[in-house]
C-alpha cells in the first residue's frame, strides 16, 4: 500500500491475536504487498511454477483461500476473516522460513494447461518440454503415436499431458519411486485417464512391458555433484533421488541411451531432458549428432533422437557404460 512500511516478522506474527480493528494487514492486496516484500528480503528462489516474487505471493494467498488464479483485481481489495487470514499467514510463514516451494503447501501445480497433485515424493513439474507437448511434438513425430512411454514419471505430469494431445494413445507412466506413482495414479484418476493410461514401477527400462513405443519422452534425474552441492534451499523439499544421479548427472542417462533402441518402434522417437548436463552429454557423445530442441517459453538441455539413430550409435552408447 502507498506509504506503508513493511512489516518485520515479529510484527506479523503478532498480527495473529489481534482484532480486525487494529490489524495492519486485512485485505488480499495487503498480504500479497506484504509477501512480495518479505520475499525479496529473504532472497527467496523462483523456479518451481513462478519465476518472480509477485506470482509466488498471489498465488500463496489465493490458493489458501481457494480463489482462482484469474481472478479480477478489483477483489484483491476485499478483507479477509480471522480463519482466512491464519491460513494465508501460516503459508507464508513456511514459504519464507521453511523455503518449502508454493506448489508443495498448496498440493497442487499446473503443467500444460492442467492441474496435477503433488506434494514432497515427486518433483514439482516444470519441465520445457510442455511446450514440446502443446505443439505435440511437431515436426518431429512422423506419425500419430499409439503407445507412448513417460520415464521417470514422477507426478506423471508429461505423460497425462501428452495422453490429453494424443487422445488415442495408450500411455504408459514408469518410475522406480513407489511412492512417486501413488501420486501418478492420482493423477490418472484426477484426469479421467485410467483407461489408457497405468503406471508401471521399472528401473530404466528394466520392468517394462515388452512392448515398443511410438514415443518415449524422460525427464530423468540429470543434477551433477557440483550442481546438486549448490542448489538453493527450495530443492531440498524435493525428492534427491529425481535430482541427482552422479558425478557428471548422467548416470541413468548413460543406461537409457544404451538400450533405447530396443524400445523405440521402428520410426520412433527419443525425447530426453539433460539440462545443465548438456555440456556433459556433448563431451561424453561427441561423435552422436543430437538434435537440441530450442523454446519460446524458455528453457534447454532437451535432445531428441530418432530410432534409427538410437540403433545406429547403440554399440557406442553401451562402449560408455561406466
Not at 489465493?62 to 491464519?86: K, Q, T
Not at 515436426?139 to 520415464?151: F, G, M, Q, S, V
Not at 515388452?210 to 531440498?236: H, K, S, T, W
Amino acid at each position: 500500500m502507498p506509504g506503508s512500511v513493511p512489516l518485520d516478522w515479529r510484527l506479523f506474527h503478532g498480527a495473529f491475536a489481534l482484532s480486525d480493528s487494529i490489524s495492519r494487514l486485512q485485505t488480499l492486496r495487503d498480504h500479497i504487498r506484504w509477501a512480495v516484500s518479505r520475499f525479496h528480503a529473504e532472497g527467496l528462489f523462483f523456479g518451481h511454477g513462478t519465476d518472480n516474487a509477485w506470482d509466488e505471493a498471489r498465488q500463496l494467498v489465493l490458493g489458501a483461500l481457494h480463489l482462482p488464479w484469474e481472478i479480477a483485481d478489483s477483489y484483491l481489495d476485499c478483507r479477509l476473516e480471522d480463519d482466512e487470514r491464519g491460513a494465508v499467514r501460516e503459508l507464508l510463514r513456511r514459504r519464507i522460513d521453511e523455503r518449502v516451494p508454493a506448489a508443495y503447501l498448496l498440493g497442487e501445480a499446473w503443467f500444460c494447461g492442467l492441474p496435477f497433485e503433488v506434494d514432497e515424493r515427486v518433483l514439482i513439474p516444470r519441465s520445457p518440454i510442455g511446450e514440446l507437448i502443446d505443439r505435440r511434438f511437431a515436426p518431429w513425430l512422423p506419425h500419430e503415436p499409439a503407445r507412448i512411454l513417460d520415464l521417470c514419471t514422477g507426478s506423471g505430469c508429461i505423460g497425462i499431458a501428452c495422453a490429453h494431445a494424443f487422445e488415442q494413445a495408450e500411455v504408459v507412466l514408469a518410475d522406480l519411486s513407489f511412492d512417486a506413482l501413488e501420486v501418478a495414479n492420482r493423477n490418472i484418476e484426477r484426469h479421467g485417464l485410467d483407461e489408457r493410461v497405468y503406471t508401471v514401477q521399472s528401473d530404466g527400462f528394466d520392468g517394462l512391458p515388452a512392448q515398443r513405443f511410438d514415443l518415449i519422452v524422460c525427464n530423468p534425474p540429470y543434477v551433477d555433484a557440483e550442481d546438486f552441492a549448490e542448489m538453493p534451499a527450495e530443492f531440498g523439499h524435493e525428492p534427491a533421488m529425481a535430482l541427482a544421479c552422479g558425478d557428471d548427472g548422467l548416470d541413468l542417462v548413460r543406461r537409457l541411451l544404451a538400450e533405447a533402441a530396443d524400445h523405440l518402434t521402428e520410426q520412433g522417437v527419443l525425447v530426453l531432458e539433460v539440462g545443465n548436463s548438456q555440456v556433459h552429454v556433448e563431451a561424453l557423445y561427441p561423435e552422436v549428432d543430437f538434435t537440441w530442441l530450442e523454446f519460446e517459453r524458455g528453457g534447454h538441455g532437451v535432445f531428441l533422437l530418432a530410432a534409427q539413430q538410437c540403433r545406429e550409435h547403440q554399440t557406442l552408447f553401451k562402449s560408455r557404460l561406466r
